[in-house]
């Protein structure tokens, strides 16, 4: 029996991808979400296809307070984690959080503040056992603020500047942490988005993850040639940057 | 919700229309507010049942999850996006296979029940319709109903081959049968002509549980009507050897090819298909005794060549359907050969088929007698004006064409054809008073129109 894996924000797609590829392999799951009905129907899709146990329960990312006696009901139920993924998050609207400060708010509570509260609370957990994983869900976005996302960008690169801390704190613990920079993924999120190029399926997006996490792998982008386009757009110049329409 | 305008179509890739897609992640975002909405499975009916142009179509490949299955009853509970595809990986190797399957494994449930679709044995097993234990639908306003046979009845019959204009449908749970074995023992014969072609279906009825024949749609003069006769059964395990025998239940990948992009719209002509046909008559004909097949081999032979759609070009094909009752099938089946023969127009692939007894579904196509299958290269005005000939044929001897297949029937031959339309009607206006639900199938046939 392999060990026991929490998926926080496990209703998105990405999510979805790396639950199946995590329970092919023999993994049981949490899934943790706000839509229990639909963590329902995930969790018994999975426990159906693939014969592993699967449990789920509400988990409300905002209620910074419940993380504590959220985190030790899943630990009572599941026993001891091997590894968590961090797949939650807000896109939110660039136009409108210029204007209305909440929504600002909104957007950088729920990719980062949100994402703190409890993946401090399983770092310790992982630091004391000695082994495990902690994935969190970035974005290409958080590479380089630009006028079309850069609340969203900022709270997400505030993100993967706490994933790179929390890798160089666990990494003598032996707890690896993984970065997720997903480039265009077929998603909910980007269904009818103009523009959008050699786009990847949230079910390979997730099984890349879940090799990532099996390989020890510090940073990854998906599609894998997102690396290098976000290289390019993080070299040039700032003064020749600053003028173009992105 | 984000959505998408886009141009799609159904497999035959003609007509090509307009329509606004959404697709949810999950069941809940199945209904939206819209003034007009179409579920749309894996988009496998032919013409332009799962369009809805100038409206919204609502992708329902997402919403797949399995939701029960009892291993010991053999009963299988799914969100409507779920496919056959998954569910015979799901299914087969604990011992359980599908009691109806249309020629294709990539169909969703929702499709299969919508089209109430048939498979090769219709004349033993009924409908679709016949294995679904119970549906969930999503009518207008989100409310979510139960329905069965039993318990909201009405509703069920109208949902069964309703062609998604009911509602959404948003679950199904299906009786499965046991098989012992993922294998299929087949047989078969080779028929000179249509009349012996019929003989050796109506022979092999008795005995053989799936039944079908390969019409050479290009035979002319006394070999019209020309075929091969195949028949199959569940082989039980002491029918296996060697290594099937210790895993009767697991079966090597299939291959599967792709066809990358439109082929030019001359491949399929009136010469390159008799050459294919002459050569498959004789290959599929001459094999004589029983063999074993894999399921995919015999159930899906199309599936192992993806997007075989495009062999038909950028003007894409039509698959005329129909069904005439026994009586007078014969005839019938000879008029629709000859007329094709007549028009020198090209015809790829031609299937003939025993149905049953009609089930109770008000619009479900199966009726007891013999349906034929054939896929025409569309060729404009020239096409049509053949299709409404064949319609004329069918009326003429009380059939029906299939609507699942259809792109181009006229709304006097619709109704003449099915005349339970009218109870259907009555049913569909109390579930959907403001007529939230259509297609352009439905506008194309004047089903909005009071009966």
């Known amino acids: 029996m392999s060990g026991a894996i929490l998926i926080l924000g496990a209703t998105s797609a990405i999510a979805r991808g790396a639950a199946a590829a995590w329970a092919q392999r023999g993994h049981r799951l949490y899934l943790a979400g706000r839509d229990v009905e639909s963590l329902r129907r995930d969790a018994a899709d999975l426990a159906i296809r693939y014969g592993v146990a699967v449990h789920f329960g509400a988990f409300d990312a905002a209620a910074h307070d419940t993380h504590a006696a959220f985190l030790q009901r899943v630990t009572d139920e599941m026993g001891e984690l091997e590894g968590v993924l961090l797949a939650f998050g807000y896109l939110g609207s660039q136009a409108k959080a210029a204007g209305d400060f909440r929504e600002a708010l909104a957007i950088i509570n729920r990719n980062f503040v949100d994402a703190v509260s409890i993946l401090n609370l399983c770092a310790d957990q992982l630091e004391q056992r000695g082994r495990g994983f902690i994935a969190g869900i970035a974005s290409v976005a958080g590479d380089r603020g630009r006028q079309s996302n850069y609340t969203y960008g900022a709270a997400k690169g505030a993100f993967a500047l706490y994933l790179q801390g929390l890798r160089n704190r666990l990494f003598p613990a032996g707890v690896r942490v993984l970065t997720i920079k997903p480039g265009f993924v077929d998603t909910a999120m980007t269904w009818g988005m103009p523009g959008l190029f050699l786009v990847a399926s949230p079910i390979d997006v997730g099984a890349r993850i879940v090799t990532a996490v099996e390989r020890g792998r510090d940073v990854i982008y998906v599609p894998w040639f997102w690396r290098y386009i976000m290289l390019i757009i993080r070299s040039i110049p700032e003064r020749l940057f600053k003028r173009l329409k992105l | ?451």
């Not at chain 2, 897609?21 to 809940?28: D, G, I, K, M, N």
């Not at chain 2, 016949?130 to 549906?135: D, I």
């Not at chain 2, 895993?247 to 050459?275: E, F, K, Y």
């Open chain 2, 1 to 451: 919700m984000n959505t998408l305008n886009k141009d799609i179509a159904g497999w035959g890739r003609y007509p090509v229309q307009r329509c606004e897609l959404v697709r949810p992640e999950r069941h809940a975002e199945l209904w939206s507010e819209a003034p007009s909405l179409l579920a749309r499975g894996q988009g496998r009916s032919y013409g332009d049942a799962a369009l809805n142009e100038g409206g919204r179509v609502v992708l329902t490949e997402r919403v797949n999850r399995f939701l029960a299955f009892d291993r010991e009853q053999g009963i299988v509970r799914a969100e409507a996006g779920v496919t056959l595809a998954e569910l015979l990986a799901l299914t087969v190797p604990r011992g359980w296979f599908p009691l109806v399957t249309p020629g294709t494994r990539h169909v969703s449930l929702g499709g299969c029940v919508a089209a109430d679709v048939h498979g090769k044995n219709h004349h033993h097993d009924g409908a679709f319709s016949s294995s679904v234990r119970e549906l969930e639908l999503i009518t207008a306003g989100g409310r979510r109903l139960r329905c069965s046979a039993q318990e909201n009845a009405a509703a069920f019959q109208a949902t069964v081959g309703g062609m998604g204009l009911t509602g959404i449908i948003g679950e199904v749970e299906l009786q499965l049968q046991p098989i012992e074995s993922g294998y299929i023992r087949a047989r078969h014969q080779a028929a000179a002509h249509l009349e012996e072609l019929f003989r050796l279906l109506q022979e092999s009825d008795g005995d053989a549980r799936y039944s079908v024949a390969w019409v050479d749609l290009m035979s002319r003069g006394a070999a019209l009507g020309r075929g091969v006769v195949m028949n199959g059964d569940h082989a039980a395990r002491d029918e296996l050897s060697g290594g099937r025998r210790l895993t009767p239940l697991r079966l090597p990948p299939a291959r599967v090819r792709n066809i990358p992009c439109n082929m030019p719209g001359w491949l399929l002509n009136g010469l390159s298909i008799r050459a294919f046909n002459a050569q498959y008559y004789r290959r599929e004909g001459s094999r004589s005794g029983s063999f074993l097949l894999d399921y995919d081999t015999f159930f899906y032979p199309l599936d192992t060549l993806a997007n075989w759609n495009r062999l038909y070009g950028r003007r894409g094909f039509v698959q005329y359907q129909c069904v005439v009752p026994t009586a007078t099938a014969l005839e019938a089946m000879r008029q629709l050969l000859q007329r094709l023969a007549d028009s020198g127009h090209p015809a790829f692939l031609g299937v003939l088929k025993r149905m049953g007894p009609a089930g109770a579904a008000y619009l479900s196509f199966p009726m007891e007698g013999y349906t034929l299958a054939m896929d025409l290269p569309m060729k404009g005005a020239a096409t049509l004006a053949l299709l409404d000939a064949f319609d004329s044929v069918v009326l003429q001897h009380g059939g029906r064409v299939y609507l699942a297949k259809d792109a181009r029937l006229a709304p006097a031959s619709f109704r003449a054809m099915y005349p339970q339309f009218a109870e259907w009607q009555r049913v569909r206006r109390e579930l959907d008073p403001h007529g939230v639900f259509s297609s352009s199938l439905s506008r194309r046939l004047g089903m909005e129109e009071q009966a």
